[in-house]
Protein backbone atom coordinates (compact mmCIF):
# COMPACT_ATOMS: atom_id res chain seq x y z
CA UNK A 1 0.00 0.00 0.00
CA UNK A 2 1.25 3.60 -0.53
CA UNK A 3 1.49 5.91 1.97
CA UNK A 4 -1.66 7.49 2.66
CA UNK A 5 -2.47 11.35 3.97
CA UNK A 6 -6.03 10.65 5.22
CA UNK A 7 -8.26 7.72 6.12
CA UNK A 8 -10.33 5.79 3.65
CA UNK A 9 -13.10 6.83 5.78
CA UNK A 10 -13.08 10.45 5.14
CA UNK A 11 -12.20 10.77 1.25
CA UNK A 12 -15.12 10.81 -0.89
CA UNK A 13 -15.45 9.29 -4.31
CA UNK A 14 -14.30 12.86 -5.59
CA UNK A 15 -11.39 13.70 -3.59
CA UNK A 16 -10.22 10.34 -4.38
CA UNK A 17 -9.86 10.81 -8.03
CA UNK A 18 -7.66 13.81 -7.79
CA UNK A 19 -5.81 12.64 -4.94
CA UNK A 20 -1.82 12.12 -5.22
CA UNK A 21 -0.73 8.97 -6.07
CA UNK A 22 1.34 8.51 -2.68
CA UNK A 23 -2.28 8.45 -0.80
CA UNK A 24 -3.38 5.08 -2.80
CA UNK A 25 -4.80 2.64 -0.06
CA UNK A 26 -5.36 -0.93 0.12
CA UNK A 27 -8.61 -2.83 -0.30
CA UNK A 28 -10.30 -0.72 2.04
CA UNK A 29 -12.42 -2.00 5.43
CA UNK A 30 -14.73 -3.86 4.02
CA UNK A 31 -12.55 -5.69 1.51
CA UNK A 32 -10.21 -6.47 4.00
CA UNK A 33 -12.35 -8.00 6.57
CA UNK A 34 -14.60 -9.69 4.24
CA UNK A 35 -11.14 -11.62 2.63
CA UNK A 36 -10.37 -12.52 6.71
CA UNK A 37 -13.71 -13.43 7.53
CA UNK A 38 -14.44 -15.45 4.28
CA UNK A 39 -11.32 -17.50 4.58
CA UNK A 40 -11.82 -18.67 8.19
CA UNK A 41 -15.38 -19.70 7.54
CA UNK A 42 -13.67 -21.82 5.04
CA UNK A 43 -11.23 -23.53 7.32
CA UNK A 44 -11.53 -27.32 6.96
CA UNK A 45 -12.21 -29.34 10.08
CA UNK A 46 -8.59 -30.38 10.23
CA UNK A 47 -7.51 -27.17 11.52
CA UNK A 48 -7.73 -26.57 15.08
CA UNK A 49 -11.62 -25.74 15.90
CA UNK A 50 -10.43 -22.71 18.17
CA UNK A 51 -9.90 -21.19 14.49
CA UNK A 52 -13.26 -22.08 13.86
CA UNK A 53 -15.23 -20.51 16.63
CA UNK A 54 -17.59 -17.46 15.57
CA UNK A 55 -15.17 -15.16 17.94
CA UNK A 56 -12.20 -16.04 15.99
CA UNK A 57 -13.72 -15.70 12.68
CA UNK A 58 -14.71 -12.31 13.15
CA UNK A 59 -11.31 -11.62 15.31
CA UNK A 60 -9.43 -12.67 12.07
CA UNK A 61 -11.70 -9.91 10.17
CA UNK A 62 -10.39 -7.37 12.55
CA UNK A 63 -6.75 -7.85 12.81
CA UNK A 64 -6.91 -8.53 8.63
CA UNK A 65 -7.28 -4.33 8.71
CA UNK A 66 -4.92 -3.14 11.38
CA UNK A 67 -1.70 -2.90 9.26
CA UNK A 68 -4.01 -0.03 7.97
CA UNK A 69 -5.21 1.09 10.96
CA UNK A 70 -1.65 1.59 12.14
CA UNK A 71 -0.69 3.93 9.76
CA UNK A 72 0.37 6.96 11.10
CA UNK A 73 2.35 5.68 14.29
CA UNK A 74 5.68 7.67 12.76
CA UNK A 75 7.61 8.21 10.30
CA UNK A 76 10.40 5.24 11.06
CA UNK A 77 7.39 2.80 11.74
CA UNK A 78 4.95 4.42 8.78
CA UNK A 79 8.29 3.97 6.55
CA UNK A 80 9.41 0.55 6.97
CA UNK A 81 6.01 -1.07 6.88
CA UNK A 82 4.19 0.65 4.00
CA UNK A 83 6.24 -1.30 1.41
CA UNK A 84 5.07 -4.41 3.08
CA UNK A 85 1.56 -4.05 0.73
CA UNK A 86 2.37 -3.71 -2.63
CA UNK A 87 4.97 -4.59 -4.99
CA UNK A 88 5.42 -2.92 -8.92
CA UNK A 89 5.36 -4.86 -11.33
CA UNK A 90 6.31 -3.48 -14.99
CA UNK A 91 4.98 -4.54 -17.93
CA UNK A 92 8.29 -6.93 -18.40
CA UNK A 93 7.12 -8.91 -15.62
CA UNK A 94 10.33 -7.12 -13.64
CA UNK A 95 9.92 -6.27 -10.18
CA UNK A 96 10.05 -2.46 -10.44
CA UNK A 97 12.96 -3.20 -13.18
CA UNK A 98 15.01 -5.34 -10.96
CA UNK A 99 14.97 -9.11 -11.49
CA UNK A 100 12.24 -11.22 -13.16
CA UNK A 101 8.98 -11.72 -10.60
CA UNK A 102 9.62 -15.66 -11.00
CA UNK A 103 10.30 -17.87 -8.11
CA UNK A 104 14.12 -19.22 -9.74
CA UNK A 105 14.49 -14.88 -9.86
CA UNK A 106 13.03 -14.50 -6.36
CA UNK A 107 15.71 -13.13 -3.75
CA UNK A 108 15.88 -15.73 -1.58
CA UNK A 109 15.76 -12.91 1.24
CA UNK A 110 15.13 -9.26 1.88
CA UNK A 111 18.52 -7.94 2.06
CA UNK A 112 19.55 -10.14 -1.44
CA UNK A 113 16.55 -8.29 -2.96
CA UNK A 114 17.71 -4.90 -1.52
CA UNK A 115 20.92 -5.86 -3.29
CA UNK A 116 19.35 -7.18 -6.26
CA UNK A 117 17.34 -3.47 -6.85
CA UNK A 118 19.82 -1.20 -5.65
CA UNK A 119 21.75 -3.28 -8.83
CA UNK A 120 18.83 -1.84 -11.01
CA UNK A 121 19.53 1.74 -9.60
CA UNK A 122 16.21 1.34 -7.04
CA UNK A 123 15.07 -0.21 -3.66
CA UNK A 124 12.21 -1.59 -1.91
CA UNK A 125 10.88 1.36 -0.38
CA UNK A 126 9.91 2.31 -3.95
CA UNK A 127 9.29 -1.05 -5.35
CA UNK A 128 7.84 -2.56 -2.79
CA UNK A 129 8.45 -6.28 -0.98
CA UNK A 130 4.86 -8.05 -0.43
CA UNK A 131 5.85 -10.97 -1.14
CA UNK A 132 8.25 -11.08 1.24
CA UNK A 133 5.47 -10.35 3.75
CA UNK A 134 3.29 -13.18 3.04
CA UNK A 135 6.45 -15.32 3.57
CA UNK A 136 7.41 -13.96 6.71
CA UNK A 137 3.84 -14.31 7.86
CA UNK A 138 3.43 -17.86 6.72
CA UNK A 139 6.76 -18.88 8.50
CA UNK A 140 6.06 -17.25 11.54
CA UNK A 141 2.53 -18.99 11.53
CA UNK A 142 4.21 -22.63 10.71
CA UNK A 143 5.88 -21.77 14.40
CA UNK A 144 3.27 -20.73 15.96
CA UNK A 145 1.45 -23.79 14.92
CA UNK A 146 4.24 -25.92 15.95
CA UNK A 147 4.06 -24.14 19.07
CA UNK A 148 0.30 -25.18 19.72
CA UNK A 149 0.67 -28.80 18.65
CA UNK A 150 3.43 -29.37 21.57
CA UNK A 151 1.89 -27.55 23.98
CA UNK A 152 -1.49 -30.05 23.12
CA UNK A 153 0.66 -33.22 23.08
CA UNK A 154 2.48 -31.77 26.64
CA UNK A 155 -0.77 -30.87 28.50
CA UNK A 156 -1.79 -34.60 27.69
CA UNK A 157 1.62 -36.35 29.06
CA UNK A 158 2.21 -34.24 31.72
CA UNK A 159 1.20 -35.83 35.19
CA UNK A 160 2.94 -32.67 37.14
CA UNK A 161 0.07 -30.06 38.45
CA UNK A 162 2.88 -27.41 37.97
CA UNK A 163 3.68 -27.89 34.41
CA UNK A 164 -0.23 -28.65 33.70
CA UNK A 165 -0.88 -25.08 35.10
CA UNK A 166 1.91 -23.45 32.94
CA UNK A 167 0.58 -25.57 29.70
CA UNK A 168 -2.90 -24.48 30.55
CA UNK A 169 -1.86 -20.91 30.27
CA UNK A 170 0.82 -21.06 28.05
CA UNK A 171 -1.87 -22.57 25.30
CA UNK A 172 -4.33 -20.31 25.88
CA UNK A 173 -1.32 -17.30 24.93
CA UNK A 174 -0.83 -19.29 21.67
CA UNK A 175 -4.16 -19.63 20.67
CA UNK A 176 -4.37 -15.76 21.38
CA UNK A 177 -1.19 -14.93 19.25
CA UNK A 178 -2.16 -17.28 16.41
CA UNK A 179 -5.44 -15.50 15.74
CA UNK A 180 -3.82 -11.94 16.09
CA UNK A 181 -0.93 -13.31 13.87
CA UNK A 182 -2.85 -14.80 11.48
CA UNK A 183 -4.96 -12.07 10.82
CA UNK A 184 -2.57 -9.21 10.74
CA UNK A 185 -1.24 -10.92 8.12
CA UNK A 186 -3.78 -11.71 6.37
CA UNK A 187 -4.04 -8.11 5.16
CA UNK A 188 -1.23 -8.77 2.88
CA UNK A 189 -2.43 -11.79 1.72
CA UNK A 190 -5.63 -9.42 0.86
CA UNK A 191 -3.50 -6.91 -0.66
CA UNK A 192 -2.06 -9.46 -3.43
CA UNK A 193 -5.60 -10.09 -4.31
CA UNK A 194 -6.04 -6.25 -5.26
CA UNK A 195 -4.48 -5.89 -9.06
CA UNK A 196 -2.83 -2.61 -8.47
CA UNK A 197 -0.91 -3.46 -5.73
CA UNK A 198 1.11 -5.92 -7.89
CA UNK A 199 1.69 -3.31 -10.30
CA UNK A 200 3.82 -0.19 -11.49
CA UNK A 201 0.09 1.42 -13.04
CA UNK A 202 -1.03 1.52 -9.58
CA UNK A 203 -3.15 4.62 -9.61
CA UNK A 204 -3.73 5.61 -12.80
CA UNK A 205 -1.30 4.13 -16.18
CA UNK A 206 1.86 6.15 -15.51
CA UNK A 207 4.19 7.74 -17.70
CA UNK A 208 4.29 4.56 -19.43
CA UNK A 209 3.62 3.24 -23.05
CA UNK A 210 -0.17 3.45 -23.30
CA UNK A 211 -1.10 2.45 -26.91
CA UNK A 212 -5.18 1.24 -25.63
CA UNK A 213 -4.93 4.85 -23.80
CA UNK A 214 -5.94 3.84 -20.18
CA UNK A 215 -6.80 6.20 -17.83
CA UNK A 216 -4.00 8.52 -15.71
CA UNK A 217 -7.10 9.01 -13.28
CA UNK A 218 -5.99 7.86 -9.95
CA UNK A 219 -8.54 5.15 -9.43
CA UNK A 220 -6.54 3.01 -7.03
CA UNK A 221 -8.86 4.52 -4.08
CA UNK A 222 -12.73 4.57 -5.60
CA UNK A 223 -12.03 1.19 -6.94
CA UNK A 224 -10.90 -0.97 -3.73
CA UNK A 225 -12.84 1.40 -1.33
CA UNK A 226 -15.97 3.29 -2.06
CA UNK A 227 -16.68 0.42 -5.04
CA UNK A 228 -16.14 -2.41 -2.65
CA UNK A 229 -18.57 -1.28 0.30
CA UNK A 230 -20.96 -0.25 -2.23
CA UNK A 231 -21.14 -3.61 -4.72
CA UNK A 232 -19.45 -6.34 -2.81
CA UNK A 233 -21.74 -8.47 -0.82
CA UNK A 234 -20.43 -11.56 1.13
CA UNK A 235 -22.81 -14.12 0.25
CA UNK A 236 -21.99 -13.45 -3.73
CA UNK A 237 -18.32 -13.23 -3.11
CA UNK A 238 -18.28 -16.47 -0.97
CA UNK A 239 -19.80 -18.63 -3.75
CA UNK A 240 -17.10 -17.71 -6.01
CA UNK A 241 -14.43 -19.68 -3.69
CA UNK A 242 -12.97 -22.37 -5.00
CA UNK A 243 -11.87 -25.77 -3.17
CA UNK A 244 -8.81 -26.21 -1.49
CA UNK A 245 -6.14 -26.74 -3.86
CA UNK A 246 -2.90 -28.72 -2.75
CA UNK A 247 0.02 -26.96 -5.21
CA UNK A 248 2.48 -29.45 -3.76
CA UNK A 249 4.68 -26.52 -3.25
CA UNK A 250 7.03 -24.03 -1.20
CA UNK A 251 5.29 -21.06 -0.11
CA UNK A 252 7.25 -19.34 -2.13
CA UNK A 253 5.90 -21.17 -5.33
CA UNK A 254 2.51 -20.32 -3.97
CA UNK A 255 3.21 -17.03 -3.02
CA UNK A 256 4.85 -16.21 -6.73
CA UNK A 257 1.83 -17.96 -8.57
CA UNK A 258 -1.14 -16.00 -6.93
CA UNK A 259 0.82 -12.84 -7.35
CA UNK A 260 1.52 -13.59 -10.61
CA UNK A 261 -2.25 -14.32 -11.40
CA UNK A 262 -3.26 -10.83 -10.26
CA UNK A 263 -1.16 -9.32 -11.86
CA UNK A 264 -1.86 -10.15 -15.01
CA UNK A 265 -5.67 -8.84 -14.28
CA UNK A 266 -3.96 -5.16 -14.46
CA UNK A 267 -5.16 -4.83 -17.68
CA UNK A 268 -8.40 -6.36 -17.82
CA UNK A 269 -8.93 -3.57 -14.88
CA UNK A 270 -8.05 -1.03 -16.74
CA UNK A 271 -9.88 -2.13 -19.73
CA UNK A 272 -12.89 -2.46 -17.17
CA UNK A 273 -12.70 1.12 -16.40
CA UNK A 274 -12.29 2.25 -19.65
CA UNK A 275 -15.06 0.34 -20.95
CA UNK A 276 -17.18 2.31 -17.93
CA UNK A 277 -17.53 -1.21 -16.20
CA UNK A 278 -16.59 0.48 -12.68
CA UNK A 279 -19.86 2.12 -12.38
CA UNK A 280 -21.74 1.79 -9.00
CA UNK A 281 -24.06 -1.29 -9.73
CA UNK A 282 -22.40 -2.39 -12.99
CA UNK A 283 -22.36 -6.31 -13.68
CA UNK A 284 -19.12 -6.37 -14.93
CA UNK A 285 -17.35 -4.30 -11.83
CA UNK A 286 -19.04 -6.10 -9.56
CA UNK A 287 -18.39 -9.30 -11.11
CA UNK A 288 -14.50 -8.67 -11.09
CA UNK A 289 -14.58 -7.35 -7.65
CA UNK A 290 -16.50 -10.43 -6.51
CA UNK A 291 -13.74 -12.68 -7.99
CA UNK A 292 -10.58 -10.53 -6.80
CA UNK A 293 -12.04 -10.61 -3.25
CA UNK A 294 -12.93 -14.41 -3.30
CA UNK A 295 -9.27 -15.09 -5.21
CA UNK A 296 -7.90 -13.22 -1.77
CA UNK A 297 -9.82 -15.28 0.95
CA UNK A 298 -8.89 -18.98 -1.35
CA UNK A 299 -5.09 -18.17 -0.91
CA UNK A 300 -5.32 -16.63 2.48
CA UNK A 301 -7.29 -20.18 3.23
CA UNK A 302 -5.07 -22.21 2.05
CA UNK A 303 -1.42 -20.93 2.82
CA UNK A 304 -3.28 -21.23 6.60
CA UNK A 305 -3.84 -24.85 5.48
CA UNK A 306 -0.62 -25.27 3.86
CA UNK A 307 0.84 -24.19 7.24
CA UNK A 308 -1.26 -26.04 9.62
CA UNK A 309 0.18 -29.46 7.55
CA UNK A 310 3.58 -28.44 7.51
CA UNK A 311 3.98 -27.41 11.62
CA UNK A 312 3.07 -31.25 11.93
CA UNK A 313 6.94 -31.77 10.94
CA UNK A 314 8.06 -28.84 13.50
CA UNK A 315 10.21 -28.36 15.77
CA UNK A 316 11.35 -26.05 18.37
CA UNK A 317 14.15 -25.17 20.61
CA UNK A 318 18.06 -25.21 20.07
CA UNK A 319 20.79 -27.77 20.53
CA UNK A 320 19.06 -30.14 20.41
CA UNK A 321 15.78 -29.51 18.77
CA UNK A 322 12.42 -31.27 19.89
CA UNK A 323 10.14 -32.53 16.77
CA UNK A 324 6.35 -32.66 17.27
CA UNK A 325 6.24 -35.86 16.51
CA UNK A 326 9.08 -36.27 19.41
CA UNK A 327 6.64 -34.43 22.14
CA UNK A 328 3.39 -36.21 20.79
CA UNK A 329 4.99 -39.74 21.29
CA UNK A 330 5.75 -39.44 24.59
CA UNK A 331 9.71 -39.42 23.61
CA UNK A 332 10.57 -35.87 24.12
CA UNK A 333 10.24 -33.77 27.21
CA UNK A 334 9.18 -30.15 26.05
CA UNK A 335 9.46 -28.39 29.17
CA UNK A 336 12.98 -26.60 29.19
CA UNK A 337 12.14 -25.44 25.78
CA UNK A 338 8.91 -23.70 26.15
CA UNK A 339 9.08 -22.80 30.00
CA UNK A 340 12.75 -22.33 29.09
CA UNK A 341 16.13 -23.05 30.01
CA UNK A 342 17.86 -20.01 29.99
Wanted: aromatic share 10%; charged share 25%.
Amino acid sequence: MKPVAASLAVLTFAAALTAPVSSALAWGASGHRMVGVLAARAFPSTLPAFLRTPQAVAAIGEYAREPDRSKGSGKIHDTDRDAAHFLDVDDQGRMYGGPKFTVADLPPTRVDYETALRAAGTDSWKAGYLPYAIIDGHQQLVKDFTYWRILTAALKHTKDPKRKAYYTADLKRRQELLVRDLGVWAHYVGDASQPMHLSVHYNGWGDYPNPKGFTQDHIHGPFEGPFVKTNAVEAAVRTQIPAYRDCACTIQQRTVDYLTTTWKEVEPLYQLQKDGGLADGDPRGIAFVDGRLAAGAAALRDMVVDAWALSAKGTIGYRPEISVADVESGKADPWNDLYGKD
